[in-house]
Each structure stands twice: as C-alpha cells, then as structure tokens.
C-alpha cells in the first residue's frame, strides 16, 4: 500500500495577468552585499538558503550570479507551476549558469526552444527503456573489476572509485566500447583527460577559476587553459569518427550524433559536437559517481541502515530490491549532488503570496524542499525506512529536475546507483575512516562530498 505523508499547506502558483501583478507582495530579500551572498551560495549553500527559509518562509529573493535578483522557493507547489508549464515560459537557467562555459552554447542542457526540444528527442531513446538493460553488463563488470584492485586494510575515496565505474559506464554508451577504452586510443587520452580534469576540479586553484569564470559565457583563465587540454582528444575521436566507414550499422550516441539530420539539414559542426559530447561525459558520470559516494558516505555513519541492507543483499532476501531502492532514494533525498535548478519566467509570476515580474529568475532550492519537515520529518536524519510505502513525489523528490528539462540521464544513473550498491555490499564491507560526517564542497553546480566518502576496507568475500 502508498501511503501520503505529506502534510504541507497549498500554496497558489503559476504564470498571472500583468494586472494581477501589483496586488501581489514582491518576495523579501536578503539584505547584505552582493560579494559576500555569491561566497555564502558558493561555499555554504543549504545553511544560507535554511537561514533564509527560517527568517522570510519559503519564498525570498538573492543576488547572485544570475542576473536579475534570482527568486528561491522549496514549496511542492510552486514547483509544479514550473515543472507543468509550457517550455517557452519558463527556459531553463542552464545557458546562464556556471556550466555554460564549460559545456558551450550547443549543448542540450543550455540550449533552448525548438533547438533543445531536438537534441532532447535525439538523445532520449539511448537512456529509456530496452536501451537502458544493454547497460546493466557493463555496469556490473566495472564495479567487479573495480571490487577486485580494492586490499582489505586501505583507505579509498569512494568519489573517486565510483568515477572509474560510472566514467567507463558512459564512454560504453557514447562511444559504444565494450569495456574500457584502447591503450593509445583517443577514447583512451579522452578519459585519462576527464579523469585529470574533475581531479583538478576540487583544488583551491579550480575553485578560483571557477569564481573568475562566473558570469563569462566561454571560459577565461585555469579554466579555458583546463578545457584546452580536453578539447584535444574530444576533438580527435570527432575527426577520427567523422572517418569511420560503419557510422550508419553502429547503435552508438556517437555515430548517431554524426549522422542525425538537422533542421536545415546541416549536419552538427566540430564545436556542437564537441559541447554534447563534453556535456554527456560530465553530466553523465560525475554525478552519478557523487551521488554513489554520498551513499556510502551516509551508509558507512548510519549503521542500522548499513546492517539492515547487507543483511537483505547477502541472504537474497525476498525484499532486497526494495531495500536497495530506499537506499538510493533517501541518498539523493538528503545530498542532492546538483542542489539547485532554475528556470527564467517569460510572463509574471505567482508564488503564493507573492508576485514577480516577466524575466524573473525562479530557482527551486532542491536541497530544501529535501528537507522540508512537512513532506520528510525528522528530515537531517538519514532513513531509508522512510520510504516504506511511499513513493517519491514527482514535486517533491527532484534529485533529477523536471518537466522539459528532467535529467536524461536518470534512467541510468538509478540502475547504476542499485547494481553497484548491491555488488558492493555483497562483496565488501566498508567502515568510515572518521566518525564525523563529510562537509559538503560546491563544485560548479555540484555539491559533493569535501574528502571524496573516504572510506577502509574491513572485509571482502
Ligand atoms: C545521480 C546522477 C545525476 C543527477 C543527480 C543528475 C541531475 C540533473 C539535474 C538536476 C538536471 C537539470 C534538470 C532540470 O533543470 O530540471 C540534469 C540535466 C541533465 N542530465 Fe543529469 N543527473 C544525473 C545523471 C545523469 C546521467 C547519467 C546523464 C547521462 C548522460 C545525465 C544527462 C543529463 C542531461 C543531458 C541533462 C540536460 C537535460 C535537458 O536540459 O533537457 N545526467 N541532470
């Protein structure tokens, strides 16, 4: 049986007549320098949105990055207004965010309208349905081979463990390898690269980059420099594909990326191929590869949750699937590895009791309509058994987004999420290198956890 839990009050919301406008408040905002909430957003996001919620209620505005006094809300309403509307009232944030010089303009998470609705429907049929079992091998020999380097007695980073798994996963799927890349081969420099990169991504240095590049829609400084030297491989495998004879009988994202008809039937360039490619490497493995660190992170300092799911996985338990699933979704409840999403109303704006005006930015703080008290009691605590009985809400579990711009991907992020947890937890047994929990680090629109879910091998079967 699904039982409802959540017990919040209505609140009105949705695109409104420029009339209505003035009878409506305009949202609190916070009163101190710019500098200084572009650094508290930057370093310590959930305690400076949670003391705003506490201070002005669910809705209240910022300055940021993001031009135009961005609007933060976290109520399951106003969510849907957004998530429900049509794509041309409310075009993503993405295309302004601290992405956008990274991943370029020609990518299917910056691009907007009909262009984005394009690649969204090119791209959505490797990550749904029957597409989606083809992984499910791949994904269990990289976690087995990545079991099999751990010793019993080190200390690894979980981050960077599930990144091998998760980066491999991915470069099967774009570049339809069986197994990891070549030695010598560009798709092999490709992902020493991308390894080296999100390496490098987690230094002070990158962090300083990252602030000089804010605002920029290419990347300026460490970060251009950075993206230099993966622009070189990306780019080779592009030529050496565009050279291939079997484009046409290969199945892979790759090859059907380079044959796709265009509207105007120009095939996509070197540089939109490049952006898609470096947005379904990124988007598609480092995530997924945090968000399995958060797992263990929060397994290895819960223990009754940890014990309840290695007993079910080792004795095969008649609701190990089910145990297993509670897992992910209390993971991605309480350390939602992208924290925030955001869209641009095109039309004024109702958030309950307030109004904003066409051209608002409105973000939807993941991180605290995760822990809203009405929809997860007792939300700081880490329970998988929460999820008895109950099934996310499309506008209140939204570790993904939604509507027109819900993550491809997350199809395939939780099937990576369950196989790995399950062949982990079957053939080892972890314990935290330090009892206290792990800061949370914002990296890009990541939030991560600071030390990587450094964790000691106890035990391996
Ligand atoms: C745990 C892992 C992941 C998380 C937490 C995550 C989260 C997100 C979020 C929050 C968005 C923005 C949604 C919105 O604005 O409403 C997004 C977009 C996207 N993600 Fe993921 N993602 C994950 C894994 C993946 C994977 C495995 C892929 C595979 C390629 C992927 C590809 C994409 C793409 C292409 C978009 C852009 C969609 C669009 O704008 O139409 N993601 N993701």
Request: net charge neutral.
């Amino acid at each position: 049986m699904t039982v409802s839990t959540s017990t919040y009050v209505e609140s009105p919301a949705g695109p409104i007549e420029p009339g209505e406008l003035q009878h409506l408040k305009s949202p609190p905002e916070i009163d101190l320098p710019r500098g200084l909430q572009v650094l508290r957003f930057g370093q310590r996001q959930a305690e400076f949105l949670l003391a705003a919620r506490r201070s002005f209620g669910d809705v209240f505005r910022i300055r940021g990055i993001i031009p135009g006094r961005p609007t933060i809300t976290s109520h399951p309403d106003h969510v849907k207004s957004l998530f429900t509307a049509k794509p041309e009232l409310v075009p993503s944030l993405t295309g302004e965010s601290p992405l956008r010089p990274i991943v370029g303009a020609g990518s299917v998470l910056t691009a907007q309208g009909a262009r984005h609705l394009r690649q969204r429907k090119l791209l959505l049929p490797f990550f749904h349905g029957r597409a989606i079992d083809a992984y499910s091998s791949i994904i269990e020999e990289a976690i087995e081979q990545e079991i099999d380097r751990w010793r019993v007695g080190e200390t690894i980073s979980m981050a960077k463990a599930m990144q091998d798994v998760t980066l491999q996963v991915i470069m099967a799927g774009i570049f339809g390898i069986d197994g990891a890349p070549a030695t010598g081969s560009a798709e092999a420099r490709l992902a020493r690269t991308t390894r080296w990169i999100t390496g490098l991504s987690t230094t002070r240095a990158a962090k300083f980059a990252e602030y000089m590049a804010l605002g920029n829609a290419e990347p300026v400084g460490g970060q251009r420099l950075a993206l230099a030297q993966l622009d070189r491989p990306i780019y080779e495998v592009i030529r050496q594909r565009r050279a291939a004879s079997d484009l046409a009988q290969r199945g892979d994202i790759m090859s059907v990326l380079l044959t796709a008809p265009t509207e105007d039937g120009v095939p996509l360039s070197d540089r939109e191929l490049r952006d898609e490619l470096i947005t379904l490497l990124l988007a598609g493995h480092e995530t997924t590869a945090n968000s399995l660190a958060w797992a263990f992170e929060r397994l290895t300092r819960n223990p009754l949750a940890y014990e309840r799911l290695e007993a079910s996985v080792r004795e095969d338990a008649a609701d190990i699937e089910e145990q297993i699933e509670w897992v992910v979704l209390e993971t991605m409840r309480s350390r939602p590895v992208v924290p925030i999403v955001g869209r641009r109303v095109q039309v004024p704006w109702r958030l309950g009791e307030y109004g904003v005006a066409a051209g608002t930015p409105i973000s939807i703080s993941i991180v605290l309509l995760h822990h809203r008290e009405d929809l997860y009691p007792e939300p700081w605590e880490f329970r998988p058994e929460r999820w008895a009985g109950r099934k996310p809400g499309t506008y209140e579990w939204i570790p993904f987004g939604g509507g027109t711009r819900r993550c491809l991907g997350a199809p395939l992020a939780q099937l990576e999420m369950r196989l790995v947890l399950e062949h982990v937890v079957r053939r080892v047994r972890l314990a935290a290198d330090r009892p206290e929990s792990e800061h949370v680090q914002h990296r890009n629109v990541t939030m991560i956890p600071r030390r990587g879910a450094r964790v000691k091998v106890l035990e391996k079967l």
